[in-house]
């Protein structure tokens, strides 16, 4: 059974600190997508990774995806109250349909 | 936006009483997605779709059906549902293999009393 473990599960922070979110698997995946999710609402994608020691950049957001596509990690510079959320990795298999996801890390960044 | 609805967005119900939750889809993809979020348990796969009329079972498929009679819609349905069945219910749909991403609906909040 694939799984995908988070850490950590809570955070918060002051605003204009920095935080680096962990998205761990022992299973290898063909890609792995980050969303954010607010209350009420359907996760929204940010980024996909799909290369093994991939690093993509949107913003204040930095996606890393690791050289053995087992990992990934997400790093959020000078965080702002906006990006409080619920933070979600996402593994896919090439092989099926499915994708597999963590169980989410809540950010609250306090003004 | 990626169009899609759901409907109904709130449901309570009772035990025992059958539901069915519907997801819309305005982009003709091929690939639909039916999860439940429970808190510490993240997204959870129900079942999925692949093209009209097929069909199959992810990881927590027990107690539910579905149903892709039409590109369009698919069908999610508690045939007796359970207070176990409380729960928050998202559709995704996926643009095609190659593009490996999800987009997701608005989510059903679904209570079973």
């Known amino acids: 059974t694939q799984l995908l473990e988070q850490s950590p599960q809570f955070l918060s922070i002051q605003e204009g600190e920095n935080l680096t979110v962990y998205c761990n698997s022992s299973?290898?995946?063909?890609?792995l997508q980050w969303y954010r999710q607010e209350p009420g609402e359907g996760p929204v994608l940010l980024v996909t990774v799909v290369t093994g020691g991939e690093v993509k950049k949107l913003k204040r957001l930095t996606f890393q995806f690791g050289d053995a596509r087992k990992d990934s990690s997400l790093h959020i510079t000078a965080a702002q109250p906006g990006d409080t959320g619920l933070y979600l990795c996402?593994?896919?298999?090439?092989?099926?349909?499915?994708?597999?996801f963590g169980t989410g890390t809540r950010l609250k960044v306090l003004a | 936006d990626a169009g899609i609805t759901q409907s109904p967005r709130h449901k309570v119900t009772e035990t025992g009483t059958p539901v069915t939750l519907r997801c819309h889809q305005t982009e003709n993809h091929r690939y639909m997605y039916w999860y439940r979020q429970d808190p510490g348990h993240g997204l959870r796969l129900i079942h999925y779709s692949y093209g009209v009329k097929d069909t199959d079972k992810g990881e927590v498929s027990d107690g539910y059906s579905v149903s892709r009679s039409k590109t369009e819609d698919f069908l999610l349905t508690l045939e007796s549902a359970t207070s176990s069945q409380t729960s928050v219910y998202f559709c995704?749909?996926?643009?095609?293999?190659?593009?490996?991403?999800?987009?997701f609906g608005p989510g059903t909040r679904l209570t079973v009393l």
């Open positions: 299973s290898v995946f063909s890609s």
């Open positions: 996402a593994g896919g298999d090439s092989g099926t349909y499915k994708y597999i």
């Open positions: 995704a749909i996926r643009p095609g293999l190659a593009g490996n991403e999800q987009f």
